[in-house]
């Protein structure tokens, strides 16, 4: 059964890792991070709770322009950082994020004099450019953007190739546009006066007219809005993106901006593998060397948590980032310490057992039986670990977490599965019987005999050890209280 299922997992890891792609992060793919910081308004703290608000609208923006794999994360209360893999230009970053600023709708008063300033009156009226250039005097903020719904494009086959965006309102957004819109309809058709201008950022990002059917006073519904103009695909889209992102409940500005690029992510990516063979290597000659054929198979085992780790990562869709692969190869340890805690207790086991043909085979079983419990225990601890960093962190930190649990379940599932039934083989087969030397469990081993026999007896000064850990535990509690968290 354990033969089945084991082959089963093989299969099926085999399958996923050859016929699915891994996910890259910025830093194996390149591209670019940026650094924000929330502010203060005057009516909203800058706190984590409000930092969060504006993560989701962010999101919003950049998943509608399209990023592939976009990562937003919020980073202690007010910082955000912002990850787009294949972004190399920090210019088009900033524009794939969207303004950071406010997203309102303004009523349009006149058309303004050409050199008339640009800035906002006392009356709350300010003078700005419309999309194609010409200076517009507009009225105070009538809705913001949070009470924007829906932005979606569409298109009219009876008016050709032509695209539209879809607006809906939410709350008491939609009895303001209708009111905006009943105002705009009283001007004649042509007169900017009859325009609603969509600010972002402090420019006009659309200005559109009130269609010459709606009566003046009558006003258009907030549900079944729709913005008309010259757009192709792309502007529809962009425009709907900008407008379906809404406004930001605080200010933001940008405290750091990298690029990296894909050459330096591919370097990392060889470097990561050189160290997991390397790695994977020496794991191999070493538990081979100490526990000679059951080592050995060990080592077979060690290879096939690799493929089962790789297919899981793949197969849950997670990104791969450099501290994930750092996660990779740190599991690569914790893959072989189930084993040798399991030979080890079969040693003890067959050094207590009779002297008979089933001595071997009995020593194993009991090896992995007795020693269910500690392994447990220590993948338990270390998955704790990994959660909490998956829980707490962000960014990178959050990938290290993430390899480092697959890491620890696949170190599990090759050490009590895969490694179970291959050396169970091994010691049933005819040869190890006869010489039950080979397969590495009939002795306690040179390095053990020599701890035990000439090794430190720390115990002995327990006293002295344990003032040394007292003074290293103050030391590090001193520093946490004078450099703070």
Known sequence: MRALAAAAVLVAAAVVALTSPVRLGLDLRGGTQIVLETRDTGSVVADAESTDRVVEVLRKRVDALGVSEPTLVRSGDTRIIV??????????????????????????????????????????????????????????????????????????????????????????????????????????????????????????????????????????????????????????????????????????????????????????????????????????????????????????????????????????????????????????????DANVLVFERAREEYAAGRADDRRLEGALHAGFDKAWTAIVDSNVTTLIAAGLLFWLASGPVRGFGVTLGIGVVASMVSALVIARVLTQLVVRSRWVREHPSASGLTGNGRLRRALEERGPDLMSRRRLWLGVSGVLVALSLAGVAVRGL
Do not use: M, N
């Open 83 to 336: 990850e787009l893999p294949g972004v190399q230009d920090p210019r088009e970053a900033a524009r794939t994020i969207g303004r950071t600023a406010q997203l309102t709708f303004h009523p349009v008063v006149s058309a303004a004099e050409p050199g008339t300033a640009a800035s906002v009156r006392p009356d709350g009226s300010r003078v700005v450019a419309d999309e194609t250039g010409s200076l517009l005097r507009l009225g105070p903020t009538a809705i913001t953007g949070d009470l924007v719904s829906s932005a979606d494009v569409g298109s009219d086959p009876q008016r050709g190739s032509a695209w539209f965006v879809s607006l809906g309102f939410g709350g008491a957004g939609g009895e303001r546009w209708q009111r905006l819109t009943a105002q705009a309809a009283c001007a004649a058709v042509g007169d900017p006066a009859r325009r609603v201008a969509i600010v972002l950022d402090g420019a006009v990002i659309s200005s559109p007219q009130v269609d010459p059917s709606i009566a003046c006073g009558t006003g258009i519904p907030g549900a079944g809005t729709q913005i008309t103009g010259s757009f192709g695909v792309e502007e529809a889209k962009d425009l709907a993106a900008l407008i379906r992102g809404g406004s930001l409940p605080l200010d933001v500005s940008v405290v750091e901006q990298r690029t990296v690029g894909p050459t330096l992510g591919a370097a990392a990516i060889d470097a990561s593998i050189t160290a997991a063979l390397i790695g994977l290597a020496l794991t191999a000659l070493f538990i081979s060397l100490v526990y000679r054929l059951v080592g050995l198979v060990a080592s077979i085992a060690l290879a096939c948590y690799s493929l089962i780790s790789y297919a899981v990562l793949v197969a849950l869709g997670a990104t791969l980032t450099l501290p994930g692969l750092a996660g990779f190869v740190l599991a690569i340890g914790l893959a072989i």
